[in-house]
C-alpha cells in the first residue's frame, strides 16, 4: 500500500506538509564544473528544498541511430545521430560525489535522475534521499523496479502518461514492497503552451491514486508553481539554468535564477495565501477596518424624548455603532435623552 | 477538520458513524417509561439516548400551547440522575437537549456529557453563550436556519471558549418527507464550516439515514419510542428497539460498503480474473504449418488462462510447428 505522504531527506512530501520544489539543473551544466557548483548555489539562494541533475550515458540511453527527435534536430543540426547529442551532454559521473558534497554544504537535498540501472546503484553508493524517474522513463518498468529495490522514495515524472501507465509503474513499486511513490503531472513540450497543462489532472491523480501529486514544469515562467499550490498539489519540479542564452536544448525553456527565487517565493506566499476555508472578520480587520463601515448616527439634534423619525437619522461611518440593519427598529422610538446632531446612536439613549 | 469526542468516541472523519436514539418526550413525564427507554435503546446498538430537558416556566410562557405539556415532562435532578447512571451501567452515553438555562445548570451538576441545542436556539446568543460555557461538546440541530445563522451560532460558541461542535443537518418538521431531506447539504456545511457534520432525520423510514452516511454524515439522529402506538410525543417519525436495531446494523454495513476511495481489485476479484478473462485458443482444427491470425484464432474463456488477448500481437503472424485442435490453447511451445 502505497503512502498519502512521503519522506525525502528528512522532509515529509504529501497534505498537511510544506510544498517541495526541486529546482532541475538537468544538463544546464553544459559539462562544466564550475557551472554545475554555480547552478547549485543558485538552487541554494532561491530557497529551493531539493537540486537535481541527470545521469545518462549515452550508450545506456539510446540506440546507435540516425533519426533524431524533432526538437534535438531543432537544437542540434550539425549533430549526427541522438547518440552524439546524449554524448555530448553526459554529466560526468564522477563528479556526482563532489556535487552531492556541495549540495549538502548548501543545505539542499541533492537529487539525481537515474537513466539506467547502474546510475541507480552508483546513486545510491552516494546515499541519495530519492530517486526521480524521468517521464520518458514512465514505460521503464525494469529501470522502475530497480530504483524501488532500494527502498527510497520514487519521484515520478508522468508526462505523455495516461493512469493505466501511471498504475503499471506504481504496481511496479509496490511490487517491490517499496511504499513511498510521488507523481508529477507533466506536459512535455518544451516549453508548452499553458492550454497544454492540464494542471487538474493534478486532482485526478490524487484521487486515482492516493499518493502525494505535483507538477513537473516546462512551461514558462511562475505561474504553473502557483497554480499547483493552489491545486492541492505537493511538490514541484522547475527546469533552471544560469543563463537561458546558454547552449544546450534544455536552457531556452529553463528559468533563471532570478526567477527561481521569485518562484520560491511565489509559492510559499500561495501556501501561506491558502490558509483557512472559513469565511469571516479578522481581528486585523476588526482593529483596522471597522472604521469604514457604517453605523447609525443623529442627523440633527434629537430632543429627549422626541420620537424619531428617518429624517433624523444619517447612517455614516464609522462602523463602531448600530448597525445600518437595525435602521427600522430606530424610528418610531423616543430619544432617551437628548442628542446631538452627529452623535452615534445607541440603545441607551433609546426609550 | 478536527474530530469532536462525544463521551469518549471521536466524531468526524474516518471514524464510525455516531447513532444517537432520540427519546425526546416520548416518555410523556413518566419517569419509568424513560427508564425502559434508556435500557431498551441499549440494547439497539446506538451509541447514545437523547431526551429533551427544559423547565416550563424558563422554556414557555403559560400561554403557550404546549405550556402545560412542559410542565407534565419534568423530571426531578435525581431521576436524570438515575437515567443517566442507568445508561452508563448499560454501556450507552446518555445526552440531551437543552432548552433553557436551568436544564444546562441541571446537566453540568449531574454530569451530562454532551448536550444538543435545538434549532429553535440557533439565534439566541444566551443560550447558545449559556451552554457554551458548559464546556463540552454542543450538538447543534440546524433545522430552519440559513448558512448566517449557523455561522452566528457557531461564533457564539467559539467566542465563549468552546470549539467542540458538530453541526447536525436535518430539516424540521414532523415527519419529514424524503424530499425536505436534502442530503447534500451535509457536504455543504462540511466544506464551509470545516467542523464534523451529522444528520438529525424526522422520516418515518431508515433511508434517509443510510443516504445520509453515504452523503458524508458522521452522525445520524433518529427520533426512538419503546411503543409508537401509544401515541404519545414525538412519537411520528420514532423507530421502536426492533426497528432502531436493524437501522444501526444497516448503517454499520453501509459504512463498510463505504470502504475504500482508491480502486484497487481485491484478492477475490483477482481470482475471478482466473475464471473471466479470456485465452488465445484455435479457432478451428489448425493444421502444422498454420499462420496466426486474428480469423483463426478465438479468445474465449477456459481455465487456466493461457495468453491473453492483450498478448495477442506477438503471436499473430506465427507458423504453427504442430497441429492444434479447435478450442485448445495456444502455447509458445506451438510455435515456430
Not at chain 1, 508526462?159 to 501507465?165: D, S, V, Y
Not at chain 2, 407534565?72 to 431521576?79: A, D, N
Request: hydrophobic share 45%; net charge negative.
Amino acid at each position: 500500500m502505497l503512502r498519502p505522504v512521503v519522506q525525502v531527506g528528512g522532509k515529509s512530501i504529501g497534505d498537511g506538509h510544506p510544498f517541495f520544489v526541486i529546482a532541475e539543473a538537468s544538463s544546464n551544466h553544459n559539462r562544466d564544473m564550475k557551472t554545475a557548483l554555480g547552478l547549485i548555489d543558485a538552487a541554494a539562494a532561491a530557497g529551493a528544498d531539493a537540486v537535481k541533475f541527470q545521469a545518462f550515458t549515452a550508450d545506456k540511453i539510446v540506440a546507435r541511430m540516425r533519426e533524431k527527435h524533432p526538437y534535438i534536430e531543432h537544437m542540434f543540426p550539425h549533430a549526427g545521430s541522438m547518440h552524439e547529442v546524449y554524448a555530448s551532454m553526459e554529466l560526468p559521473r564522477e563528479w556526482l560525489k563532489d556535487l552531492k558534497a556541495y549540495s549538502d554544504e548548501r543545505g539542499l537535498i541533492f537529487l539525481c535522475t537515474p537513466f539506467d540501472e547502474e546510475a541507480v546503484d552508483l546513486l545510491e553508493s552516494l546515499g541519495m534521499a530519492a530517486y526521480k524517474i524521468a517521464s520518458y522513463e514512465l514505460w521503464h518498468l525494469p529501470l522502475i523496479r530497480h530504483a524501488a529495490r532500494t527502498g527510497k522514495p520514487l519521484l515520478i515524472s508522468t508526462g505523455m502518461g495516461n493512469l493505466q501507465a501511471i498504475e503499471e509503474a506504481l504496481g511496479a513499486v509496490a511490487a517491490e514492497g517499496n511504499e513511498q511513490a510521488a507523481l508529477f503531472h507533466c506536459a512535455i513540450n518544451y516549453p508548452p503552451p499553458f492550454t497544454e497543462l492540464n494542471l487538474r489532472a493534478i486532482r485526478t491523480m490524487k484521487t486515482a491514486f492516493g499518493v502525494p501529486v505535483g507538477y513537473s514544469d516546462h512551461s514558462t515562467g511562475i505561474t504553473a508553481a502557483i497554480a499547483t499550490v493552489a491545486l492541492g498539489g505537493n511538490l514541484f519540479e522547475k527546469h533552471f539554468t544560469l543563463s537561458a542564452s546558454m547552449p544546450g536544448p534544455d536552457h531556452p525553456f529553463s528559468i533563471e535564477p532570478e526567477g527561481l527565487a521569485a518562484l520560491v517565493r511565489g509559492v510559499r506566499e500561495c501556501e501561506q495565501a491558502l490558509g483557512s476555508p472559513i469565511k469571516r472578520m479578522l481581528e486585523s480587520e476588526r482593529a483596522g477596518y471597522l472604521m469604514g463601515r457604517r453605523s447609525i448616527f443623529a442627523a440633527a439634534d434629537i430632543p429627549a424624548g422626541a420620537r424619531i423619525t428617518r429624517e433624523m437619522l444619517a447612517i455614516l461611518r464609522p462602523g463602531t455603532g448600530l448597525e445600518p440593519k437595525h435602521l427600522d427598529k430606530v424610528i418610531g422610538r423616543r430619544a432617551a435623552t437628548d442628542i446631538r446632531a452627529q452623535d452615534p446612536i445607541t440603545w441607551e439613549k433609546i426609550a | 477538520m478536527k474530530p469532536v469526542s462525544l463521551d469518549g468516541k471521536p466524531v468526524g472523519p474516518g471514524e464510525p458513524i455516531y447513532v444517537i436514539a432520540e427519546g425526546a418526550n416520548n416518555h410523556a413525564g413518566d419517569h419509568k417509561i424513560a427508564m425502559q427507554m434508556v435500557e431498551a435503546a441499549a440494547t439497539t446498538g446506538a451509541d447514545a439516548v437523547k431526551f429533551q430537558c427544559m423547565d416550563a416556566d424558563e422554556f414557555a410562557v403559560p400561554a403557550y400551547e404546549w405550556y402545560k405539556v412542559y410542565q407534565q415532562l419534568k423530571f426531578s435532578k435525581q431521576q436524570w440522575k438515575d437515567l443517566k447512571d442507568r445508561a452508563a451501567e448499560l454501556g450507552i452515553s446518555f445526552c440531551v437537549d437543552v432548552l433553557d438555562p436551568p436544564s444546562v445548570d441541571l446537566h453540568v451538576d449531574i454530569g451530562t456529557p454532551f448536550f444538543r441545542l435545538h434549532a429553535g436556539d440557533l439565534v439566541n446568543p444566551f443560550l447558545l453563550r449559556y451552554a457554551a460555557q458548559a464546556d463540552r461538546p454542543l450538538l447543534l440541530h440546524t433545522g430552519m436556519t440559513t448558512i448566517g445563522e449557523i455561522e452566528f451560532a457557531i461564533d457564539c460558541i467559539t467566542a465563549a471558549g468552546n470549539e467542540q461542535i458538530v453541526l447536525l443537518h436535518g430539516f424540521q418538521d414532523h415527519p419529514s418527507l424524503h424530499a425536505d431531506m436534502h442530503l447534500r447539504v451535509i457536504r455543504t456545511y462540511q466544506e464551509i464550516f470545516d467542523r464534523p457534520v451529522g444528520l438529525n432525520d424526522h422520516t418515518t423510514d431508515t433511508v434517509a439515514a443510510l443516504a445520509g452516511l453515504g452523503a458524508g454524515a458522521m452522525a445520524i439522529e433518529k427520533h426512538f419510542t419503546t411503543d409508537r402506538a401509544a401515541k404519545r410525543y414525538d412519537w411520528v417519525s420514532a423507530l421502536e428497539p426492533q426497528e432502531f436495531r436493524k437501522m444501526v446494523e444497516d448503517l454499520r454495513s453501509a459504512e463498510t460498503c463505504m470502504g475504500n476511495a482508491l480502486r484497487e481489485p481485491s484478492a477475490k476479484e483477482l481470482a475471478w480474473r482466473e475464471t473471466t478473462r479470456k485465452s488465445l485458443v484455435a479457432r478451428e482444427d489448425l493444421p502444422a504449418g498454420t499462420i496466426l491470425t486474428e480469423e483463426n484464432v478465438a479468445m474465449k474463456r477456459r481455465t487456466p488462462l493461457g495468453i491473453g488477448p492483450l498478448d495477442a500481437p506477438s503471436i499473430f503472424g506465427k507458423r504453427l510447428v504442430r497441429a492444434v485442435k479447435r478450442n485448445d490453447l495456444l502455447t509458445l511451445e506451438d510455435l515456430a
